[in-house]
């Protein structure tokens, strides 16, 4: 998927590249003809040949060389052209679709990691095209090249020359796997390390006013503390692969020389076709050596595009014909609504719903004030209808509760208490319309009770799709930057969606900053976000 985009992205460059690999393979065959040239020169030289013929071969040698230089040079320049030319096109393409998405991607996508996508996996990814696939042709080209070559002039010898070479492909294959997992969570580590930043710097003002220094220094310190332990983890990878393949490629190298060496003392071989075969396992090693860090770049390469994708993946905001020239004139009449508009009526049309059982709610209320008192037949006074409601639902009588609480709410409405052990009432019922209705009412009298606000992201999480369930939150933890429960509420959402992780890591990083150590919610974040990480 990844490579399909990339295929459509490289339109109008496809020739160069080709071009660029025609011209390796070129300069590879007048390269791995010299070590031929050499060989027979040392041989006919042991032989008693004449010293003369020496200066032909030397001739050759500088010819050939001088060949494959040429194209060696055709070969970096059309593949630098080509790749800076792709990745202008991705640039202009990537920041086009960027200005036509609706506003709402905008107000949830993270602007450091937007900025990150468009520069440095861009970089990636030109880095990608001008080098490792180029380096990938040249170590298929060399095994085209190479190996027959070895097997024409000696069978055995060629055997022992590749005889460690799949293990170590092998070896990367495997390595390739587990670190391209890793460099995803290295980009998704640094967008978050830069959205922190860049809104740090965009904000300032509003931090210092607010007195928020040392939060915000806390926040940057635990985004920085996960970038640098997971670059430490990319580095240890990397690290034992260079080793092992290192020990592989020189012991390949070994191998070549000692039993070159004994067939050579035997008179199986001769000295020139030794010297052809070291020749020959160097210029192989080193592509395969490399192959290490060609992986390496690849799996940066297929994160960055599939990052890359994500952006490009969404639908652009829907739009009309060409501006006109001159000023407009008439009436503006609206005739189809695109999905985005339609989105907004149904919100309206669910507010206006909600209204609607407010009313209800408050005709309710006053039909119940309006009902005549009931003495108690002891002659004792009755117990307020707040304490009869809180008994009846002790009981469990949860539909006696909320008509005790709908008299207590008629004496006094304008405690936001009553409406919450109504909207419970409700809850308990499972009359989801009603309690959104008595939530809200309890919000419009209390605004600053996270409380209230954990009730009705309860019961939004009922009667919404989750996409708005999440956009709820998100909105709640704006307005209580400080509530550890609607942080971890947050993140649980997110990864309990397995999309956007590297929010699901934000939302933990800032619950384990806002709670209490005593807190027993930390452990299960800790543990959350290890999994998400991959450790």
């Known amino acids: 998927m990844q490579f399909g985009t990339l295929w459509d992205l490289t339109k109008g460059q496809r020739?160069?590249?080709?071009?660029?690999?025609?011209?390796?393979g070129v300069s590879y065959a007048f390269l791995c003809a010299v070590p031929l040239v050499v060989g027979r020169a040392v041989d006919r030289t042991l032989a008693?040949?004449?010293?003369?013929?020496?200066?032909?071969?030397?001739?050759w040698v500088v010819a050939l060389t001088a060949a494959g230089c040429v194209f060696v040079y055709l070969r970096l320049r059309w593949a630098a052209v080509a790749s800076e030319a792709i990745a202008r096109a991705i640039r202009d393409h990537v920041y086009g679709h960027l200005e036509n998405l609706p506003a709402s991607y905008h107000d949830r996508a993270d602007t450091g990691d937007l900025v990150q996508r468009c520069t440095s996996d861009v970089g990636t990814v030109r880095v990608f095209l001008s080098q490792q696939v180029i380096d990938i042709s040249r170590g298929v080209l060399l095994l085209l090249i190479i190996v027959p070559i070895m097997f024409w002039l000696d069978v055995r010898l060629a055997l022992v020359s590749l005889a460690l070479f799949p293990p170590i492909v092998v070896f990367a294959a495997i390595f390739f796997r587990r670190v391209k997992t890793v460099f995803q969570l290295v980009d998704e580590a640094e967008g978050a390390m830069t959205s922190v930043l860049q809104e740090n710097l965009t904000g300032i003002r509003v931090v210092r006013a607010f007195a928020r220094q040392e939060f915000e220094c806390e926040k940057f310190d635990e985004r920085n503390r996960g970038h640098r332990d997971l670059h430490f983890r990319l580095f240890r990878l990397l690290g034992n692969y260079w080793a092992t393949s290192d020990i592989l490629c020189m012991g390949q190298q070994g191998a070549v020389l000692i039993a070159g060496g004994?067939?050579?003392?035997?008179?199986?071989?001769?000295?020139?076709?030794?010297?052809?075969?070291?020749?020959?396992?160097?210029?192989?090693?080193?592509?395969?050596?490399?192959?290490?860090?060609?992986?390496?770049?690849?799996?940066?390469?297929?994160?960055s595009l599939r990052r890359l994708k994500e952006i490009l993946a969404v639908s652009e905001e829907s739009g009309g014909g060409?501006?006109?020239?001159?000023?407009?004139?008439?009436?503006?009449?609206?005739?189809?609504?695109?999905?985005?508009?339609?989105?907004?009526s149904s919100d309206n049309a669910r507010q206006?719903?909600?209204?609607?059982?407010?009313?209800?709610?408050?005709?309710?209320?006053?039909?119940?004030?309006?009902?005549?008192?009931?003495?108690?037949?002891?002659?004792?006074?009755?117990?307020g209808p707040e304490q009869e409601g809180d008994e009846l639902a002790a009981q469990g009588d949860s539909k006696g509760a909320a008509i005790a609480y709908w008299k207590a709410v008629g004496q006094d409405d304008s405690r936001?208490?009553?409406?919450?052990?109504?909207?419970?009432?409700?809850?308990a019922l499972r009359e989801w319309p009603e309690a959104e209705a008595c939530v809200l009412e309890a919000r419009r009298r209390d605004r600053q009770n996270p409380d209230i606000e954990i009730v009705y992201l309860d019961i939004i999480r009922q009667t919404r799709p989750y996409d708005q369930f999440l956009d709820e939150i998100e909105s709640s933890r704006s307005r209580y930057p400080q509530d550890p429960d609607i942080a971890i509420l947050l993140a649980n959402a997110?990864?309990?969606?397995?999309?956007?992780?590297?929010?699901?890591?934000?939302?933990?990083?800032?619950?384990?900053?806002?709670?209490?150590?005593?807190?027993?919610r930390r452990q299960q974040a800790k543990n959350s976000l290890n999994r998400i990480r991959g450790w």
């Open 15 to 24: 020739s160069r590249y080709l071009g660029a690999i025609v011209a390796m």
């Open 48 to 59: 008693g040949g004449a010293a003369t013929t020496l200066w032909v071969d030397a001739a």
């Open 262 to 303: 004994y067939w050579m003392l035997a008179g199986a071989v001769s000295v020139g076709t030794l010297y052809q075969f070291m020749t020959y396992v160097g210029l192989l090693i080193w592509p395969v050596r490399h192959l290490g860090r060609v992986l390496q770049d690849t799996g940066k390469a297929i994160v």
């Open 322 to 344: 060409e501006a006109p020239a001159g000023p407009l004139t008439g009436a503006i009449e609206v005739e189809r609504l695109s999905q985005e508009q339609k989105r907004i």
């Open 352 to 383: 206006a719903e909600r209204e609607a059982a407010a009313r209800l709610a408050e005709e309710e209320t006053a039909r119940m004030a309006a009902a005549p008192a009931v003495a108690s037949p002891s002659g004792q006074s009755a117990p």
């Open 416 to 427: 936001s208490d009553l409406w919450l052990k109504l909207t419970n009432a409700y809850r």
């Open 494 to 520: 997110l990864s309990a969606t397995g999309q956007d992780t590297i929010q699901a890591i934000r939302a933990y990083e800032d619950f384990l900053l806002l709670a209490p150590p005593d807190d027993p």
